[in-house]
């Protein structure tokens, strides 16, 4: 068994390397985090102070800073609060005995060889002989950085490339060197995938590695595509955003995030490196982006780049930069009838790459550029294709990467068309097409490690929901209806689920899917049809369904195991927190969410969240249950999102201790584990409880804060009266404080809640907002 990296040493507290301290500090590792002392004396305002050089403020003021940033909730470095516990500080002139007891130091100085050199040399005499030590280094050579250092520092040592945010992206990037002991590097790999979570790519030391050298010049080339074609900014991100599986922010807007200073500085490293003539020409950034440079405009981070936004007219309009007259003009994309042929035929990569149109022609040459591009650097950059695909999904969220997009358009019918354009294609993709192997993936992917519902025979289902045998007698039950919402068609599946493990034959169930999220709701459009048609009692028999679902799953006779991840909100937050036991992934964003369209929880929601609350107050204490009882108001008032697993067990909606999967592969299988370990281990249903109620005593303290909000203007008057509801209802109804009521019975007041809230016209107004444009309506 490998050894764990329990304790690590961030040598650097800047941006990155707070960012990695606040990520190893939220998946439990202690971590430090050293800078150096500052080399210029003291401020003004440290002398002000009373600071001398010797004052551990003035010594630490940079690794300070750094701590500072990590605990700056806008900036989401951390997966929970109490995590900045995990987290010391210090410096590199008294503090470098921190790093003996180190699994894992990283070095995320700046990009300079004779930087990063020194701060090696300073790790090497504390280092412990095992501990693993690493770069972060975005492009610089780990060859040139580890060289002159000692054998046995360059036997643990290799590049770790966190991609920025390191909280939010998946891609991490491994690189060894030629000394790289093998051990150490599968021990780094495993902590990544599953401690951490991340999708390792295994890359070569080269210029910018895999993910920005392809990314990076793909958004260089659409540049200097546009100034062939004649596109204007916003009509050139149109036609690089989802029609080409790249995300909505396409090229311009993605270089604005990420800083077009940073992508000129990644050019360079391979314009510097590079001995390839054609390359040089083809990854220098067109003149009038490194003038937009020059000139200041960085992107998001100084508020103008290719996009800024100003008030005109008073309204907020977004302006996008004119490179021929060198300033700012109000246009949006023009309208391309084009990608609308495209969306509607059967393969619309492959429509938007073959045809007479401009932006066809404009497609073809994009796709040949990169295409061919990177072709030619396997493998150089990296031994696999497959690598260079998963860190453009990973790195740059591209839906398709590019030999998956390749496919997409024909491999053999674009070679047989770019040869006849005169170019030369990569010896081994001819040698693939002479084999007979028409495509780059030419079978499915079926070596997954993990479980996986492809192939899981169904046992029962419908159109939008299956109950699957996932093996060892344990069931899984997938959504799969548009935003996998739930509906009256789910339900069925939830009840015929229950009835299979009543039967005896069957372990547990884990409830979980394989879409892009757990489930983002109700089914709006059957409650907003009921409400409409004054339908009030097949409303309320559908409520009492879904209650019954909850309960069904809270009180099973088996294990039940829910596998939340994305989006998890409304009736889908419903049916996680009422399974007996969850195995969330770290991305999980949970909340009652209902109070947006005008509605509140009523599939036990407001009930189970009462008793979960109530159950970590601290004995009958007064305060105690009433901070617990405002704290969920505000929750479902303010359709709080926990952003994140960790922060939802820390709001109560897991329990504490609830094991977090960081490796979202791994999470059905997680799942099924869980469900087999209850199982071996008496797993028994417990009893619908009790609840001790805040009662009028409670009613009336959240009464104040509802007054304070509607004199303050921060709500309408249609959410003081959602607000009411909601707050008899956690409150228990007009009872006085501490009278125990059954649960049921606080269930029945979020029903009567919901069905005279969905016979609002101000309700129903907001649904139809909500289902027509993806935001609440405020009336």
């Not at 960012?19 to 939220?26: F, K």
């Not at 799969?480 to 299979?500: P, Q, R, W, Y």
């Not at 105690?624 to 008032?637: G, H, P």
């Not at 504490?656 to 008496?682: D, F, P």
Request: charged share 25%.
């Amino acid at each position: 068994m490998s050894k764990n990296i329990n304790k690590a040493v961030v040598m650097g507290a800047g941006v990155m390397g707070a960012s990695i301290a606040g990520l190893l500090a939220s998946v439990g590792v202690q971590v430090t985090m050293l800078d150096i002392v500052p080399p210029k004396g003291l401020t003004d305002e440290e002398k002000t102070k009373g600071l001398t050089e010797q004052s551990y403020e003035f010594r630490n003021r940079f690794a300070l800073a750094g701590l500072a940033n990590v605990k700056k909730p806008r900036n989401n470095m951390l997966y929970y609060k109490g995590a900045i516990q995990n987290i010391r500080i210090g410096n590199t002139s008294d503090n470098l005995d921190y790093i003996r007891d180190a699994d894992w130091i990283v070095e995320a100085a700046s990009e300079n060889v004779a930087v990063k050199q020194s701060v090696f040399r300073q790790i090497e005499p504390y280092r412990q002989a095992d501990a693993i030590v690493s770069s972060n280094t975005s492009g610089v050579s780990v060859h040139k950085i580890v060289d002159g250092l000692s054998d046995d520092l360059k036997k643990y040592f290799m590049g770790t490339h966190f991609f920025n945010p390191p909280r939010w992206m998946a891609l991490f990037e491994m690189i060894a060197t030629k000394w790289t002991d093998k051990d150490a590097y599968a021990r780094m790999q495993e902590f990544a995938e599953n401690s951490l979570g991340k999708i390792v790519v295994n890359a070569k030391d080269t210029p910018n590695f895999v993910g920005n050298r392809i990314g990076v010049f793909a958004g260089i080339s659409a540049m200097k595509l546009c100034e062939k074609y004649g596109y204007d900014i916003p009509t050139l991100d149109r036609l690089t955003g989802p029609i080409m599986a790249h995300p909505k922010s396409a090229t311009f807007k993605t270089s604005d995030m990420v800083g077009i200073d940073i992508l000129c500085h990644v050019a360079d490293n391979v314009l510097a490196a590079t001995t390839d003539e054609k390359e040089k020409l083809a990854y220098d950034p067109p003149q009038w982006v490194k003038d937009m440079v020059t000139a200041g405009l960085l992107g998001d981070k100084v508020k103008k780049g290719f996009y800024k936004k100003e008030v005109i007219d008073g309204k907020r309009v977004t302006l996008c930069y004119d490179p021929a007259a060198k300033t700012y003009i109000n246009k949006k994309a023009d309208e391309l009838p084009i990608l609308d042929e495209a969306k509607s035929s059967p393969n619309k990569y492959e429509f938007m790459t073959y045809g007479d149109s401009k932006e066809q022609k404009f497609t073809y040459e994009m796709h040949k550029i990169l295409m061919l591009y990177t072709a030619r650097l396997v493998p150089e950059i990296a031994d696999d294709f497959k690598e260079i695909d998963r860190a453009l999904t990973a790195g740059f969220n591209w839906g398709l990467g590019v030999f998956q997009m390749w496919d997409k358009i024909g491999v053999r019918r674009s070679v047989e068309a770019w040869q006849a354009d005169g170019e030369e294609i990569p010896k081994w993709v001819l040698d693939m097409l002479a084999s007979g192997q028409e495509k780059f993936y030419a079978t499915a992917d079926t070596t997954s490690k993990y479980l996986t519902l492809k192939g899981a025979a169904e046992v029962a289902g419908n159109e939008n929901a299956s109950v699957r045998d996932i093996g060892d007698d344990v069931l899984c039950l997938e959504f799969h209806s548009t935003g996998n919402a739930i509906g009256e068609l789910t339900g069925e599946m939830i009840f015929k689920a229950m009835e299979l493990l009543e039967s005896g034959d069957w372990q547990g169930l884990v409830i979980g899917n394989e879409g892009k999220n757990f489930c983002a709701g109700a089914d709006l459009v059957t409650i907003v049809n009921l409400a409409q048609d004054k339908e009030f009692d097949k409303l309320n028999e559908l409520i009492i369904s879904l209650q019954n679902g909850t309960k069904a799953l809270k009180f099973a006779p088996r294990p039940v195991v829910a596998a939340p991840f994305g989006q998890t909100l409304g009736g889908g937050c419903e049916v996680a927190i009422h399974c007996p036991a969850a195995v969330p992934h770290t991305d999980t964003f949970m909340g009652l969410v209902e109070v947006g369209v005008g509605l509140i929880p009523a599939g036990g929601g407001c009930t189970e969240m009462l008793i979960r609350l109530m159950d970590r107050c601290f004995n009958d204490q007064k305060k105690s249950r009433y901070d617990a009882v405002k704290a969920l108001w505000q929750y479902i008032m303010m359709a709080k999102v926990n952003v994140g697993a960790d922060a939802a067990i820390e709001a109560g909606y897991f329990s504490k201790g609830t094991y977090v999967e960081r490796n979202k592969a791994k999470q059905l299988q997680s799942a099924k584990e869980m469900v087999l370990w209850m199982a071996a281990h008496n797993y028994r249903p417990g009893a619908d409880p009790t609840i001790k109620v805040a009662g009028d005593y409670g009613y009336g303290a959240i009464a104040y804060d509802m007054l304070m909000m509607k004199n303050g203007h921060f709500g309408s008057d249609h959410d003081i009266k959602i607000g009411e509801k909601i707050a008899r209802i956690v409150t228990g109804g007009k009872l006085p404080y501490g009278a125990e009521v059954p649960a049921q019975q606080i269930r029945d007041l979020e029903r009567e809640a919901f069905l005279s809230l969905a016979g609002e016209q101000k309700t129903q107004d907001r649904i139809i907002g909500m289902l027509m444009n993806g935001k609440p309506v405020r009336n």
